[in-house]
Protein backbone atom coordinates (compact mmCIF):
# COMPACT_ATOMS: atom_id res chain seq x y z
CA UNK A 1 0.00 0.00 0.00
CA UNK A 2 1.06 3.40 -1.21
CA UNK A 3 2.03 5.91 1.77
CA UNK A 4 -0.35 8.37 0.12
CA UNK A 5 -2.99 7.34 -2.54
CA UNK A 6 -4.83 9.67 -4.75
CA UNK A 7 -7.09 8.88 -7.55
CA UNK A 8 -5.36 9.45 -10.64
CA UNK A 9 -8.52 10.56 -12.37
CA UNK A 10 -8.26 12.71 -14.95
CA UNK A 11 -11.64 14.59 -13.96
CA UNK A 12 -13.35 16.56 -16.58
CA UNK A 13 -15.98 18.68 -15.34
CA UNK A 14 -17.65 21.85 -16.79
CA UNK A 15 -17.11 25.08 -15.58
CA UNK A 16 -19.00 26.42 -12.83
CA UNK A 17 -19.32 22.86 -11.27
CA UNK A 18 -17.93 21.75 -8.01
CA UNK A 19 -15.35 18.86 -7.62
CA UNK A 20 -14.21 17.40 -4.88
CA UNK A 21 -10.65 15.45 -4.77
CA UNK A 22 -9.59 12.63 -1.45
CA UNK A 23 -6.33 11.72 -0.47
CA UNK A 24 -5.90 8.42 1.92
CA UNK A 25 -2.69 8.19 4.25
CA UNK A 26 -1.25 5.36 5.77
CA UNK A 27 0.80 6.65 8.73
CA UNK A 28 -1.26 7.96 11.67
CA UNK A 29 1.73 9.52 13.17
CA UNK A 30 1.49 12.24 10.42
CA UNK A 31 1.42 16.11 11.32
CA UNK A 32 0.97 18.17 8.84
CA UNK A 33 -1.48 17.98 5.46
CA UNK A 34 -0.98 20.12 2.13
CA UNK A 35 -2.33 20.30 -1.34
CA UNK A 36 -0.22 21.62 -4.33
CA UNK A 37 -1.09 22.80 -7.56
CA UNK A 38 1.26 21.60 -10.26
CA UNK A 39 0.52 22.71 -14.07
CA UNK A 40 2.15 20.57 -16.65
CA UNK A 41 5.80 20.48 -16.99
CA UNK A 42 6.14 23.63 -13.71
CA UNK A 43 6.97 23.21 -10.46
CA UNK A 44 4.52 22.08 -7.26
CA UNK A 45 2.72 25.27 -5.96
CA UNK A 46 1.39 25.03 -2.37
CA UNK A 47 -2.18 26.06 -2.93
CA UNK A 48 -3.36 25.36 1.39
CA UNK A 49 -2.59 23.79 4.40
CA UNK A 50 -4.96 21.21 6.11
CA UNK A 51 -6.40 22.31 9.55
CA UNK A 52 -7.80 19.74 11.54
CA UNK A 53 -10.80 22.05 11.78
CA UNK A 54 -10.73 22.59 7.89
CA UNK A 55 -10.26 25.89 6.22
CA UNK A 56 -11.93 27.31 3.59
CA UNK A 57 -9.83 29.77 0.84
CA UNK A 58 -12.10 31.30 -1.59
CA UNK A 59 -13.53 28.71 -3.82
CA UNK A 60 -11.35 25.81 -1.78
CA UNK A 61 -12.32 24.29 1.12
CA UNK A 62 -10.16 21.80 2.85
CA UNK A 63 -10.71 18.53 5.22
CA UNK A 64 -8.90 16.58 7.46
CA UNK A 65 -10.23 13.29 8.78
CA UNK A 66 -7.48 11.78 11.28
CA UNK A 67 -9.71 9.00 12.33
CA UNK A 68 -9.94 7.49 9.01
CA UNK A 69 -6.94 8.67 7.77
CA UNK A 70 -7.94 10.88 4.42
CA UNK A 71 -8.05 14.59 3.39
CA UNK A 72 -9.72 16.12 0.96
CA UNK A 73 -10.30 19.30 -1.58
CA UNK A 74 -13.21 20.69 -2.64
CA UNK A 75 -13.44 23.01 -5.51
CA UNK A 76 -16.43 25.12 -6.19
CA UNK A 77 -17.61 27.28 -8.95
CA UNK A 78 -14.85 25.69 -11.16
CA UNK A 79 -12.66 27.40 -13.74
CA UNK A 80 -10.86 26.73 -17.03
CA UNK A 81 -8.10 27.79 -15.32
CA UNK A 82 -8.50 25.14 -12.52
CA UNK A 83 -7.55 22.70 -14.68
CA UNK A 84 -3.94 21.63 -13.18
CA UNK A 85 -2.99 18.13 -10.98
CA UNK A 86 -3.68 18.91 -7.30
CA UNK A 87 -0.96 16.89 -5.22
CA UNK A 88 -1.83 15.89 -1.38
CA UNK A 89 1.89 16.07 0.66
CA UNK A 90 1.73 14.15 4.01
CA UNK A 91 4.35 14.96 6.82
CA UNK A 92 5.02 13.03 9.72
CA UNK A 93 7.31 16.18 11.06
CA UNK A 94 10.49 16.42 10.60
CA UNK A 95 11.78 15.81 7.10
CA UNK A 96 9.67 13.08 6.18
CA UNK A 97 7.36 14.63 3.56
CA UNK A 98 5.04 11.85 0.72
CA UNK A 99 4.19 13.74 -2.40
CA UNK A 100 0.94 11.82 -3.82
CA UNK A 101 0.89 11.32 -7.52
CA UNK A 102 -1.78 13.33 -7.98
CA UNK A 103 -5.30 14.12 -9.24
CA UNK A 104 -5.76 15.33 -12.82
CA UNK A 105 -8.60 17.85 -13.22
CA UNK A 106 -9.58 19.46 -16.74
CA UNK A 107 -12.41 21.81 -16.28
CA UNK A 108 -14.19 22.58 -19.50
CA UNK A 109 -15.83 25.84 -20.94
CA UNK B 1 11.24 39.26 -4.84
CA UNK B 2 12.86 36.26 -2.73
CA UNK B 3 12.34 32.74 -4.36
CA UNK B 4 14.23 29.94 -5.43
CA UNK B 5 16.53 29.58 -8.21
CA UNK B 6 17.27 26.22 -10.44
CA UNK B 7 19.88 26.38 -13.32
CA UNK B 8 19.99 25.24 -16.12
CA UNK B 9 16.50 24.71 -17.06
CA UNK B 10 17.60 21.92 -19.31
CA UNK B 11 20.11 19.95 -19.48
CA UNK B 12 21.47 17.22 -21.75
CA UNK B 13 24.40 14.18 -20.05
CA UNK B 14 26.64 12.06 -22.34
CA UNK B 15 27.02 8.64 -21.34
CA UNK B 16 29.71 8.30 -18.49
CA UNK B 17 29.67 11.72 -17.79
CA UNK B 18 28.72 13.90 -14.44
CA UNK B 19 26.62 16.97 -14.12
CA UNK B 20 25.84 19.60 -11.65
CA UNK B 21 22.12 21.23 -11.39
CA UNK B 22 22.25 24.31 -9.27
CA UNK B 23 19.92 25.50 -6.82
CA UNK B 24 19.86 28.57 -4.91
CA UNK B 25 17.35 30.74 -2.63
CA UNK B 26 17.59 34.25 -1.12
CA UNK B 27 14.56 33.21 1.45
CA UNK B 28 17.26 32.52 4.27
CA UNK B 29 15.21 29.22 4.57
CA UNK B 30 17.68 26.48 6.49
CA UNK B 31 16.34 23.12 5.47
CA UNK B 32 17.03 22.25 1.33
CA UNK B 33 15.53 19.66 -0.62
CA UNK B 34 15.78 17.89 -4.12
CA UNK B 35 13.28 15.90 -5.68
CA UNK B 36 13.41 13.71 -8.76
CA UNK B 37 10.02 13.50 -10.70
CA UNK B 38 9.12 10.73 -13.45
CA UNK B 39 6.06 10.76 -15.34
CA UNK B 40 2.64 10.16 -14.04
CA UNK B 41 4.63 9.46 -10.30
CA UNK B 42 4.81 11.56 -6.99
CA UNK B 43 7.91 13.50 -6.20
CA UNK B 44 10.87 11.14 -4.63
CA UNK B 45 13.15 12.34 -2.27
CA UNK B 46 17.10 12.03 -3.02
CA UNK B 47 18.63 14.33 -0.55
CA UNK B 48 17.87 16.67 1.82
CA UNK B 49 19.60 19.22 3.81
CA UNK B 50 18.78 20.79 7.16
CA UNK B 51 21.92 23.17 8.14
CA UNK B 52 24.93 24.33 6.17
CA UNK B 53 27.50 21.62 5.93
CA UNK B 54 25.27 18.47 7.11
CA UNK B 55 22.99 16.78 4.50
CA UNK B 56 21.13 13.43 4.34
CA UNK B 57 20.27 10.43 2.04
CA UNK B 58 16.47 10.65 0.84
CA UNK B 59 14.87 7.61 -0.22
CA UNK B 60 16.84 7.78 -3.82
CA UNK B 61 20.23 8.79 -3.32
CA UNK B 62 21.80 6.09 -5.40
CA UNK B 63 24.02 7.79 -8.20
CA UNK B 64 23.38 11.19 -6.63
CA UNK B 65 25.46 13.91 -4.60
CA UNK B 66 25.15 17.03 -2.68
CA UNK B 67 26.81 19.56 -0.53
CA UNK B 68 25.71 22.42 1.20
CA UNK B 69 28.72 24.52 1.85
CA UNK B 70 26.54 27.94 1.51
CA UNK B 71 22.64 28.22 3.70
CA UNK B 72 22.20 29.57 0.13
CA UNK B 73 23.13 27.07 -1.84
CA UNK B 74 22.34 23.07 -2.55
CA UNK B 75 24.07 22.07 -5.84
CA UNK B 76 23.51 18.28 -6.83
CA UNK B 77 25.73 16.18 -9.07
CA UNK B 78 24.03 13.78 -11.03
CA UNK B 79 26.95 11.22 -11.15
CA UNK B 80 27.60 8.00 -14.16
CA UNK B 81 26.87 5.95 -11.63
CA UNK B 82 22.83 6.92 -11.55
CA UNK B 83 21.81 4.49 -14.86
CA UNK B 84 18.33 6.58 -15.57
CA UNK B 85 18.60 10.22 -14.95
CA UNK B 86 16.52 11.19 -17.21
CA UNK B 87 13.44 13.00 -15.08
CA UNK B 88 12.31 16.36 -13.72
CA UNK B 89 14.38 17.56 -11.30
CA UNK B 90 13.03 19.80 -8.43
CA UNK B 91 15.11 21.62 -5.83
CA UNK B 92 12.68 22.81 -2.77
CA UNK B 93 13.21 24.48 0.80
CA UNK B 94 11.39 25.47 3.90
CA UNK B 95 11.66 27.14 7.55
CA UNK B 96 12.23 25.64 10.74
CA UNK B 97 14.45 22.52 11.05
CA UNK B 98 14.03 19.06 13.76
CA UNK B 99 10.78 17.38 14.16
CA UNK B 100 8.51 20.50 15.12
CA UNK B 101 9.10 21.32 11.45
CA UNK B 102 5.62 21.24 10.04
CA UNK B 103 6.19 23.86 7.42
CA UNK B 104 5.46 23.63 3.57
CA UNK B 105 7.89 23.31 1.18
CA UNK B 106 8.72 25.79 -2.29
CA UNK B 107 9.99 25.08 -5.03
CA UNK B 108 12.20 26.07 -7.95
CA UNK B 109 10.94 25.86 -11.39
CA UNK B 110 12.77 22.96 -12.17
CA UNK B 111 15.57 21.25 -14.00
CA UNK B 112 14.50 18.59 -17.04
CA UNK B 113 17.29 16.09 -17.54
CA UNK B 114 17.87 14.29 -20.52
CA UNK B 115 20.29 11.91 -21.77
CA UNK B 116 22.25 12.28 -25.25
Known amino acids: RKEVEQDPGPFNVPEGATVAFNCTYS??????FFWYRQDCRKEPKLLMS???SGNEDGRFTAQLNRASQYISLLIRDSKLSDSATYLCVVSTGGFKTIFGAGTRLFVKA | DGGITQSPKYLFRKEGQNVTLSCEQN?????MYWYRQDPGQGLRLIYYSQIVNDFQKGDIAEGYSVSREKKESFPLTVTSAQKNPTAFYLC???????????????FGDGTRLSIL
Open chain 2, 92 to 106: ASSTGTGRSSNQPQH
Open chain 2, 27 to 31: LNHDA
Open chain 1, 27 to 32: NSASQS
Open chain 1, 50 to 52: VYS
